[in-house]
């Protein structure tokens, strides 16, 4: 059995934490103390770096967010994603006929593995900077001054080095030593995500001197915002590449002979979607009735498409918003609540 007790709890926890919403506190050792019995890297990291675990979790939060916000207008909208990210960083795969199963090897699956290893690239790659862990802290490797020497490297660099290796660590972990095409589609997905963070480091830069000259001028490397790194996944997303294994089962080949081959940002996925049009307990899709759609739009998010053709109901519903806001000196903004009614469309 390799399912271990320890990330079970974490995972758990994850979810309930997403349920309620509340903020990321926890106790490390009650995660870790069941992991004893766990072997490989994630173990040794539970045992020796625990709160490195607590970064991961922060880091799969933060995936989670993100997936739902990039997929909010489609079919599948993220919302079983908790069960998926528990899954993910158990590292299980599934077995028999379990809807998990099923999807391992689609776009929306690799999309959700990318995102959370970029989750944790950053997560842990953030508290680094912020003095929150004792093994790394800023980057200072950045030395002397630009090329035109109108600046010089300076301050607290992200350390994106460390964080790219933990996330490495911790997500690929038991996969690494396996050879078959799923593994292979899950390192390259997990390492996209990763890049994805690394790739597009950032310069941030600050002015010195008196009243804010720029007499002198200190920049630093900073990782992009993780909403940009959701839009980039999310690019990938729509131009992932479907891949097959090559002959002898240790590469992914390109499917159809005129492809390029996908780039190491690239993501890659070896099975065709579901339509997640309806609920469907194998696949574990929700299916989108009583989805709210957008009547006017003709692409995602439209009722069309959203709706799968099936039709859409109107209906109109009273809301209560805020009215008549005056500024009152100074500085509070009063309003009064109003009524108003409004149209919403639903997918039968
Ligand atoms: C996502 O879809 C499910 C089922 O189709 C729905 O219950 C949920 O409210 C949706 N979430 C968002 C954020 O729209
Ligand atoms: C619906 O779609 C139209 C056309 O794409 C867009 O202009 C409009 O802002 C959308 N409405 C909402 C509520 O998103």
């Not at 990321?24 to 766990?38: E, G």
């Not at 158990?90 to 699956?109: A, K």
């Not at 000259?213 to 200190?218: E, F, I, L």
């Not at 390109?254 to 309806?278: H, Q, R």
């Amino acid at each position: 059995m390799r399912l271990c007790e320890g990330l079970q709890f974490l995972i758990l926890w994850v979810q309930l934490s997403q349920a309620v919403g509340s903020p990321l506190v926890m106790d490390h050792r009650s995660i870790c103390r069941k992991t004893r019995r766990l072997i490989g890297k994630q173990a040794e990291i539970c045992r020796k770096e625990p709160e490195i675990v607590q970064e991961v979790i922060k880091g799969a939060k933060l995936g989670t967010g993100e997936c739902q916000f990039q997929f909010k207008e489609r079919r599948w909208n993220c919302s079983t994603a908790d069960k998926f990210f528990g899954r993910i960083l158990m590292q299980d795969r599934g077995r028999g006929n379990d809807w998990w199963r099923n999807l391992q090897d689609i776009r929306e699956t690799a999309f959700v593995y990318a995102v959370t290893s970029a989750g944790v690239t950053f997560a842990v790659t953030q508290s680094c900077s912020m003095g929150e862990l004792l093994q790394c802290g800023c980057d200072y490797q950045m030395k002397g001054e630009s090329p035109d020497g109108s600046w010089e490297w300076g301050g607290c660099g992200d350390d994106i080095d460390f964080g790219y290796t933990k996330s490495r660590e911790f997500m690929d972990a038991q996969t690494r030593h396996r050879s078959d095409i799923r593994t292979l589609l899950t390192l390259h997905n997990n390492e996209a995500g990763r890049l994805a963070v690394k790739n597009f480091m950032r310069t941030e830069c600050k002015c010195h001197g008196l009243s804010g000259s720029c007499a002198v001028k200190t920049c630093w490397k900073k990782m992009p915002i993780f909403r940009e790194v959701g839009v980039r996944l999310k690019e990938r997303f729509n131009g992932a590449f479907q891949v097959m294994g090559s002959n002898n089962g240790k590469h992914l080949i390109p499917v159809g002979d005129t492809i390029k081959a996908p780039t190491a940002e690239d993501l890659v996925y070896t099975n065709e979607s579901p339509n997640f049009c309806k609920r469907n307990r194998k696949t574990g899709s929700q299916g989108t009735k009583g989805r709210a759609c957008n009547a006017t739009s003709m692409g995602i998010g439209g009722c069309d498409l959203l709706c799968c053709g099936r039709g859409y109901k109107e209906r109109q519903v009273v809301v209560e918003e805020n009215c008549k806001c005056r500024f009152h000196w100074c500085c509070v903004v009063k309003c009064s609540k109003c009524t108003a009614v409004k149209t919403v469309h639903e997918c039968l």
